[in-house]
């Protein structure tokens, strides 16, 4: 009896050592998993900081452009009206040119 209760421990005490080196090796594996995503984890916090520059700096980027975009749209519209003006004064210009030049040929053709 106390053969068979030995043979039994043996057994228990094999089946819980094999239980026990299946899950030392399963916690090994745990905690190279928990160490690589702690380190995705960091990774992926320092690569959303710096994103969120970029984004600050792209928005006041696009503030600053976006001034830019209506001061130049201000001084297209000035220049459109002075262009304007211009054109008029030359349609005028060149009227009184030819206007001139016909008094001019009158003249001439009297002279001669």
Same mark, same amino acid.
């Given at each position: 009896? =106390? %053969?068979?209760? &030995?043979?039994?421990?043996?057994?228990?005490?094999? #089946?819980? *050592?094999?239980?026990?080196? +299946?899950? /030392? =090796? &399963?916690? @090994?594996?745990?905690?190279? %998993?928990?160490?690589?995503?702690?380190?995705?984890? $960091?990774?992926?916090? =320092?690569?959303?900081?710096?994103?969120?520059?970029?984004?600050?700096?792209?928005? =006041?980027?696009?503030?600053?452009?976006?001034?830019?975009? #209506?001061?130049? @749209?201000?001084?297209?519209?000035? @220049? +459109? *009206?002075? %262009?304007?003006?211009?054109?008029? /004064?030359?349609?005028?210009?060149? $009227?009184?040119? *030819?206007? %001139? +030049?016909?008094?001019?040929?009158?003249?001439?053709?009297?002279?001669?």
């Amino acid at each position: 009896m =106390a %053969n068979v209760f &030995a043979i039994l421990t043996s057994i228990v005490l094999l #089946v819980a *050592g094999f239980v026990a080196y +299946k899950n /030392q =090796a &399963a916690y @090994q594996v745990e905690i190279d %998993n928990r160490k690589a995503r702690q380190d995705e984890l $960091t990774a992926n916090q =320092a690569r959303l900081k710096k994103a969120r520059e970029e984004l600050a700096a792209t928005i =006041a980027e696009r503030t600053d452009v976006d001034a830019q975009v #209506v001061a130049l @749209q201000d001084q297209e519209s000035a @220049q +459109k *009206g002075t %262009n304007a003006d211009l054109e008029a /004064q030359k349609r005028d210009k060149t $009227t009184q040119t *030819g206007s %001139n +030049k016909e008094k001019l040929d009158v003249i001439r053709a009297k002279t001669e």
